[in-house]
């Protein structure tokens, strides 16, 4: 049994990881902006603070996108090392992850401009977990949730972007996968259906 932290709970992803990971019978914190705020170190190394393994599955919708995963990055970080937690599972976004060519899908002609700001701000938050000394990986959908699709109870793993679809539920498997195996460590993964 695993204790595991899981920031941003209150979302569909942080909230499909909290039931995955109880359904295994692990002790689970789930803690939401007004418990914890992922962009306060403090918080962060207090909410984590007993965990084997943090879960981060956060956004802010009201916030700059620039602002807000920049700070929440720094913050885990910081806030991790605090609480000696070592391992961090980041939820990312597919257009970090290369097509088929190799190219980062945010970087490819066809990408939508008005995805570019919330990809840049994803980019520069991953770049600065990259940089830490945390056990990390990130586990995107590859492609978008899926927000009808009833979960297959089953996944596939990919090093890039597949541009297909996976239920939130299935996207809480993979997460807790590898918080229970630490199969990736410094890398981003999707995942789809």
């Given at each position: 049994?695993?204790?595991?932290?899981?920031?941003?709970?209150?979302?569909?992803?942080?909230?499909?990881?909290?039931?995955?990971?109880?359904a295994r019978?692990?002790?689970?914190?789930?803690?939401?902006?007004?418990?914890?705020?992922?962009?306060?170190?403090?918080?962060?190394?207090?909410?984590?603070?007993?965990?084997?393994?943090?879960?981060?599955?956060?956004?802010?919708?009201?916030?700059?996108?620039?602002?807000?995963?920049?700070?929440?990055?720094?913050?885990?970080?910081?806030?991790?090392?605090?609480?000696?937690?070592?391992?961090?599972?980041?939820?990312?976004?597919?257009?970090?992850?290369?097509?088929?060519?190799?190219?980062?899908?945010?970087?490819?002609?066809?990408?939508?401009?008005?995805?570019?700001?919330?990809?840049?701000?994803?980019?520069?938050?991953?770049?600065?977990?990259?940089?830490?000394?945390?056990?990390?990986?990130?586990?995107?959908?590859?492609?978008?949730?899926?927000?009808?699709?009833?979960?297959?109870g089953a996944?596939?793993l990919a090093?890039?972007?597949?541009?297909?679809?996976?239920?939130?539920?299935?996207?809480?498997?993979?997460?807790?996968?590898?918080?229970?195996?630490?199969?990736?460590?410094?890398?981003?993964?999707?995942?789809?259906?």
């Amino acid at each position: 049994m695993l204790k595991i932290v899981v920031f941003g709970a209150g979302g569909k992803a942080g909230g499909a990881a909290v039931v995955e990971a109880r359904a295994r019978g692990h002790e689970v914190t789930p803690l939401v902006r007004s418990a914890a705020d992922v962009t306060d170190p403090a918080a962060v190394a207090a909410g984590a603070a007993g965990h084997d393994v943090a879960i981060a599955a956060v956004a802010d919708a009201t916030a700059d996108p620039a602002v807000f995963f920049r700070a929440a990055a720094e913050s885990l970080v910081a806030g991790l090392k605090d609480a000696g937690v070592n391992r961090l599972v980041w939820v990312g976004i597919a257009s970090l992850l290369p097509n088929a060519s190799g190219v980062p899908v945010m970087d490819t002609a066809g990408f939508p401009p008005e995805f570019q700001p919330f990809s840049l701000a994803h980019r520069a938050a991953l770049d600065i977990i990259r940089r830490s000394d945390l056990e990390w990986v990130a586990v995107s959908p590859s492609g978008n949730f899926d927000l009808e699709g009833e979960p297959a109870g089953a996944y596939r793993l990919a090093l890039g972007d597949l541009a297909e679809h996976i239920t939130y539920a299935d996207h809480a498997r993979a997460l807790i996968d590898e918080a229970e195996r630490a199969q990736f460590r410094q890398t981003h993964v999707g995942v789809a259906n």
